[in-house]
């Protein structure tokens, strides 16, 4: 499969690079995976090319499981893969040029922000004195450093997976590894988070990214790779497929203090299609997600209508666009 | 004037290498085991027996109506089974978490996609346990020793017991080896450190109750190698030079030690990993 590299990385200046411009940093051949008669992931061959790259799927696609192959965690069933041109299983020495933030939580709750990115960064070689240095400048790199002595037991959605991207930037990373970083965040957060990253690549680091969201992909890069059951269905463009996920609607989920408050405010839009409440939350389905969030954040934002605390997206509109592309 | 760049700078320092890992992780965990007070008045209570036989070895040198409480090769020996007490307190206070609450917090696959490989997580977290035992049975011991020569004045109790270094090192080795290897395997087996503790618990009085049982109905101590304190009550007696307690052959009683610590190892080869697969 051809490499196609564009967006934010094709801005950086060759100097600037961790990885050379032309270099593939991630490469597999024929990699599967089984866990016993569960595939896994299915004879996938593609090569990553410096920059962002968005990895997206519905729900038990295959993505953690790449992901997983991708950091080591997992030995590939057949096949092989590099990462930066090493293979990575049982290669611990490249682990210092890579940061990984995982999906779930992973954290002592007792320990403060700081304490937590310190302990990890000690991991990285560091002495006590430079760990609590970096440490602090991570959190800072993340805008979380005013909740440094924080214990982490007392932070949002959002702090929290900010905090995750702390330890796993800390380091100086040339790929950064992400695992679903915006799930769950309440809008303000989310935007941040995706400045951020896009900052990174700017700033000329690999980053891979996964998510069930097209357009949270879509306003970081525009190369992707479609993943769906352990196989890349389509790796490239994003606008190519951005026509077909719009001719199916998006759900999103939002949890707020107002959510009838809100709920009027939405029957406003016009691109709002419906709307349900359950407990402490309201499901809206849209017609123009871009537009949708747009407003959202800036409701937020205002606070106009009060804390927006949590937003997620379940991946029905995503697998619509699947089983679409799969009978293409 | 130059206008110097107030931006950040990447870290140019050094960094230690691969392989030391495990020191981080010892570290600490040492660290946070000496920040608890309650851990703190424990250790305190364990050091207890050695003040108590510093006082007997101190009469015994100084005053001639306590000669009868002169020390032998099997004061030692006696000295260390009081500590097994304190063993299993410490074992179960600092080691049934130091798996268990990392698998807990899902710290596992965060700690693993650092330059730090499995064997050196193991490694750090036995460093931890191993410290806390050895800090409660080789170190009063052989302070223990140092007493002795000292109230006494000369060398003569060391020159005519060589072996007592040698044995009180290679024994609480042994025992902190199977120990401590044998909590870590099961606080590997569970997320929660005190069902780990209650398991450890079981494993040292349910082996030992089978023995009991057996030894009821056989009147026979043959079957002392069942018991996981009557394999180091075997094995220790003969590295003291000692009667042995009981008719277990003693390289029968060492042949369990072994197993324990491969079966052990054998465990967290299998537990310790950064994604846990169910196929």
């Known amino acids: 499969m051809s490499a196609v590299e564009q967006g934010a990385a094709a801005a950086v200046p060759d100097e600037r690079r961790a990885v050379p411009r032309g270099s593939n940093i991630i490469a597999a051949d024929h990699l599967s995976k089984w866990y016993g008669q569960v595939i896994g992931l299915n004879d996938v061959t593609l090569t990553v090319p410096p920059g962002i790259t968005g990895l997206l799927g519905p729900n038990g696609a295959g993505k953690s499981t790449f992901m997983k192959l991708i950091t080591g965690q997992l030995k590939p069933s057949k096949g092989t893969i590099t990462v930066l041109g090493e293979p990575i299983w049982g290669n611990p020495s490249l682990y210092f040029r890579i940061g990984f933030c995982p999906e779930q939580d992973a954290f002592y709750e007792r320990m403060t922000g700081l304490e937590w990115v310190t302990a990890l960064v000690r991991l990285n070689g560091l002495s006590d004195t430079e760990a609590a240095a970096t440490g602090r400048r991570a959190l800072e790199m993340v805008e979380l450093l005013d909740a440094a002595d924080k214990k982490i037991g007392a932070y949002s ?23 679903e970083p915006l799930a769950g965040m309440d809008p303000i957060a989310r935007r941040k988070t995706i400045r951020m990253i896009k900052d990174w ?89 871009d537009a949708f969030y747009a407003r959202l954040t800036d409701l937020a934002a205002s606070g106009e209508l009060g804390a927006i605390h949590e937003v997620t997206s379940p991946d029905d509109n995503l697998q619509a666009v699947f089983q679409y592309l799969v009978k293409t | ?75 030692f020996r006696q000295f260390l089974d009081q500590q097994a007490t304190f063993v299993f307190f410490v074992t179960v206070y600092v080691g049934a978490g130091l798996i268990a609450n ?15 490989t499995r064997l050196e997580y193991v490694f750090g977290k036995l460093a931890i346990l191993a410290t806390f035992l050895l800090l409660v049975t080789w170190v009063p011991a052989i302070v223990l020793l140092i007493v002795q020569i000292s109230f006494a004045g000369n060398f003569t109790f060391l020159k005519n017991n060589l072996f007592l270094f040698p044995a009180i090192t290679v024994f609480t080795f042994i025992e902190v080896l199977l120990v401590a290897m044998t909590m870590l395997a099961l606080s590997s087996l569970s997320n929660s450190s005190r069902y780990v503790g209650i398991l450890y618990a079981g494993v040292i009085f349910f082996s030992s109750a089978i023995y009991g049982v057996l030894y009821a109905v056989t009147r ?43 079966m052990s190892g054998v465990i967290l080869e299998r537990r310790v990993r950064g994604v846990e697969v169910v196929a």
């Open chain 1, 157 to 179: 959605k959002g702090m929290r997976q900010r905090v995750k991207m702390a330890q796993a930037l800390a380091h100086e990373p040339e790929l950064l590894i992400l695992d």
């Open chain 2, 1 to 75: 004037m130059p206008i110097h760049d107030q931006g950040y700078r990447r870290y140019g320092g050094s960094k230690a290498p691969l392989g030391q890992g495990w020191t981080v992780i010892a570290r600490a965990g040492i660290r946070a085991m000496f920040a608890k007070r309650a851990f703190l008045g424990l250790l305190l209570m364990a050091w207890l027996p050695f003040f108590v036989r510093s006082v007997q070895f101190y009469a015994a040198a100084n005053l001639p109506q306590a000669a009868v409480l002169a020390p032998s090769a099997d004061t």
């Open chain 1, 201 to 289: 690549g700017r700033a000329g680091r690999s980053i891979i990214v996964s998510s069930h969201i097209l357009h949270e992909i879509e306003s970081m890069t525009a190369n992707i790779l479609l993943i769906n059951q352990g196989r890349i269905l389509a790796e490239g463009n994003v606008h190519q497929i951005r026509d077909l996920i719009d001719e199916h609607p998006h759900t999103v989920y939002i949890k707020a203090d107002q959510t009838r408050a809100l709920a009027r405010q939405f029957l406003s839009f016009d691109d709002v299609l419906s709307l349900k409440f359950e407990e402490d939350a309201i499901v809206v389905q849209t017609g123009r997600p």
């Open chain 2, 220 to 262: 026979s101590t043959m079957f002392s190698w069942i018991s996981f304190p009557a394999n180091l009550e075997q094995i220790g007696n003969v590295i003291f030079r000692q009667p042995l307690r009981y008719d277990t052959p003693w390289p029968l009683s060492l042949l369990m030690i072994v197993l324990g610590i491969v």
């Open chain 2, 102 to 116: 990392d698998r807990r917090a899902n710290a596992l696959q965060i700690y693993l996609s650092k330059p730090l």
